[in-house]
């Protein structure tokens, strides 16, 4: 059997990853990068922390996996009629496809956002906002105002993070008289709006006791390089952060000929969670209930590789079971919130528990060896911009 794997994220590389360990043929997984990205570490990356923690040369997951090719490309088109994927340098041959595109972040129309705000979703996004620091730091000179817009997670996690790297910069570099803050900004009633009152609650009281304020019911309606336009009120500032919207990615909507979409955009898969025949969509992408983060992923990912396995000796199997999963949020230094089905727990415990959750996401793709070093990675003492 011939499989292609399109997507170098959690889906993508955890499907290759068991389709070698269950030897079911050739796999061929293509990525635009040639590492891959642990999302759920990137705010730390972001700000300060060591990048090993974050970034994972492909090369390095599939050392052990000699009928893994991993091939950096793009890939724009799928016809599935002669089963090909086009990429941008070649054509690929496949008998399966499994698409794990993910997501890519949209600002909503919201004028100058795509211009003007920072990102940490990729490595460039973070490089484009370390430099950004740096240079305040040259110039001895931090914003009055640090702006995080969107409270989901992501936001939350930057936010206080970002609020205790501005302290420990200004104290390393001397910034005497020094008078910042971090604001976070969300459209919604409250922040984490997929996650529970309590969660809400207790995050909300642990932010702004580190010293971040925020503001709930607020919308953004425009930013340029020296204002953040908020419920129609100007306010200065040269550092704004876009953590809030995605959709799904553009090669659904430019091959729409070849999937059912879904209003949103994502593509609605049949209980086995193919698109088609011999085409699999998995991860961020599809409309399957808890989709869009990474351990859904992981699972649709271990799904799809067990099932063309039994399929290619004639065995059946029962249709993918989505089931809810811990959300956890690390909410600054040694503190966090984790949830699931209505048990919580928060502070060192809830910190703790997302470490292991970490982890946990690590050792779906590396020896335990390898995923135990990149996981302490994080303790590492912060560095200077």
Not at 38 to 45: E, G, K, R, V
Not at 249 to 274: C, I, K, S, T, Y
Not at 372 to 379: M, P
Request: charged share 20%; aromatic share 10%; glycine share 8%.
């Amino acid at each position: 059997m011939n499989v292609v794997v399109v997507g170098g994220g959690f889906a993508g590389v955890k499907a290759a990853l068991e389709l070698s360990k269950r030897h079911v043929g050739k796999i061929t997984l293509i990525s635009n990068e040639t590492y891959f990205l642990h999302h759920a570490t990137l705010y730390a990356t972001a700000t300060g922390r060591n990048a090993a923690e974050s970034v994972i040369s492909l090369v390095d997951i599939f050392a052990a996996h000699p009928n893994v090719t991993v091939m950096h490309d793009t890939v724009d088109a799928i016809d599935p009629a002669r089963r090909l994927v086009i990429g941008g340098k070649k054509q690929y041959h496949y008998d399966e496809a499994i698409l794990a595109l993910g997501s890519v972040t949209t600002f909503f129309g919201i004028k100058g956002m795509a211009q003007h705000a920072f990102g940490i979703k990729s490595l460039d996004e973070i490089k484009k906002f370390k430099d950004h620091i740096h240079t305040e730091l040259v110039d001895k000179k931090l914003d009055k105002e640090y702006f995080v817009i969107g409270a989901g997670p992501t936001g939350v996690e930057l936010a206080a993070a970002l609020q205790e790297y501005l302290h420990y910069l200004a104290d390393t570099y001397r910034l005497t008289g020094t008078r910042t803050r971090v604001t976070l900004v969300e459209a919604a009633p409250r922040i984490v709006p997929r996650s529970s009152l309590t969660a809400a609650r207790l995050i909300s009281k642990r932010l702004k006791k580190l010293g971040v304020r925020v503001m709930v019911n607020h919308k953004v309606s425009a930013l340029d390089d020296a204002f953040i336009t908020i419920e129609g009120k100007k306010i200065p500032t040269t550092t704004a952060i876009w953590t809030s919207g995605v959709a799904n990615n553009p090669f659904f909507q430019a091959n729409e000929h070849a999937f059912h979409l879904a209003p949103n955009g994502r593509v609605n898969v049949n209980p086995h969670l193919q698109a088609s025949a011999h085409v699999f969509v998995i991860g961020d992408s599809n409309t399957v209930a808890y989709s869009g983060t990474s351990w859904p992923a992981l699972y649709q990912a271990a799904y799809v590789a067990k099932y063309l396995a039994r399929r290619q000796i004639h065995r059946s199997m029962g249709p993918f079971q989505p089931h809810s999963v811990m959300c956890g949020i690390p909410v600054g230094e040694k503190w966090g919130y984790v949830e699931w089905m209505g048990i919580y727990v928060a502070g060192w415990p809830g910190f703790i528990v997302r470490r292991w959750m970490e982890l946990y996401g690590y050792r779906q793709l590396l020896s335990l060896q390898k995923a135990v070093a990149l996981w302490r990675a994080h303790d590492i003492p912060q560095i200077d911009t």
